[in-house]
């Protein structure tokens, strides 16, 4: 999929024409000036129009039929606006209340990109951003995860995956003195548990997988859900959105990675900030290169950008265990080490020490356990250089094939197999 480059124009200034016609371009648009609510519709599409400048910064969707559904028109309002959206960038504002207009709606689905699936709180409906990239970078600050499919019916790690959510949303709300005091948030933060969250995580993953299976028949997913709240006078409002696109292939060999870029704070929680914080380094990122490594200044090697990483040094494996996002894939290699006998050193490694490495590894959603044959860094004289471990090391090869072989079985079924709800029918 092509990203497309480019800072967004800003959206929502003016009033909007009453005879403009929706299309997905003017669906989008809205969609990214102001925040929506949706409700079913007979035969139309409820637009409202601006009778001043939209303000909001809220980055929101509009919702759309259940993937099992007919299609059918959609009734999209603009609600007033929240008496918090000045006090915390996390309660974005929404745009005042808006006269009604309507629209033709059928062309929407027809105009709907069939390579991605996009679900607002488990309704699939048009994607609203110009690039997938854009869903984590320009939409609502919140808690985010990443999953693949198994077999396009399970999820690798699936409950791992739930604990993450309230993990990264707890850390969030602790890190910030005034939602965590916050009676707005009151009834958010009670029903922030694992039992309340898995069955609408499992039902918003579900909702997309099953319409992406359609379009898309035989093709792993790669899925990811972020989770926004905002206060409200009944104890917060939740959301959970969550994007579906094609997995890809792994990536072959030979695998580059960069050393640059300094360790984040707060890397045990999945906050979406980090996807905009990280944006700098990966543009600058060469193109050649697969990851890019944080190190601090004493040298020390946390995490990639999106990855785990890993050096295998006098046959012992090493990884931070500090510092660093738990990621699912690093939680099934330390369990299988453990049971194999494998000698795990919980520091990070050091690059200084790089040239007595035997090999090195990083681990993802989308990688799963990925070899790596050159590390480019800069020594501490100013030099950029390149450390080559090829061929690769039997314990880093070893460790990949076992990781290979074991995904499918630490995977939870989102979806039922076709036929199975016909024949139970």
Known sequence: QTEKGGEREEEGAGEVPLTMQLGLKVLRRIALGGRTSVRGSKDHLKIPHAASTVTSVERSILAAPRATSPARAWSVVFPGDSSRASRSFRAFSSSAALPEASYNSDDIEENMDRSLVFVHNGICGPFPYESTQDFLLMGKRGAYTTARSVDTTAVFEFEAHVERLVKTATLMLESDEDDASDAGLAKFREGLSYDVLRPLVEDSMAAGMCRFREANPGQEMKVTLLMTWEPTSEGGKRDIFTLVVPLGDRPTQPVKVQVNGKPRKNAMAKDSEWTRQRRALELQKPKDCNEVVLCDDSGLLFEGLQTNFYA???????????????????????????????????????????????????????????????????????????????????LVTGLEGMILERYRQESTRVVEEEGTEEARA
Do not use: N
């Open 312 to 394: 295998v040094k006098g046959g012992r494996l090493q990884t931070a265990g500090e510092g660093v996002l738990e990621g699912t894939v690093r939680k099934l290699l330390l369990e299988e080490c453990e049971r194999e006998g494998v000698e795990v050193d919980l520091s990070p490694p050091s690059l200084e020490e790089i040239d007595e490495w035997q090999g090195c590894f990083i681990s993802s959603t989308s990688r799963l356990l990925l070899p790596v044959s050159r590390v480019v860094y800069t020594s501490k004289d100013g030099e950029q250089r390149v450390r080559s471990f090829e061929p690769l090391d039997p």
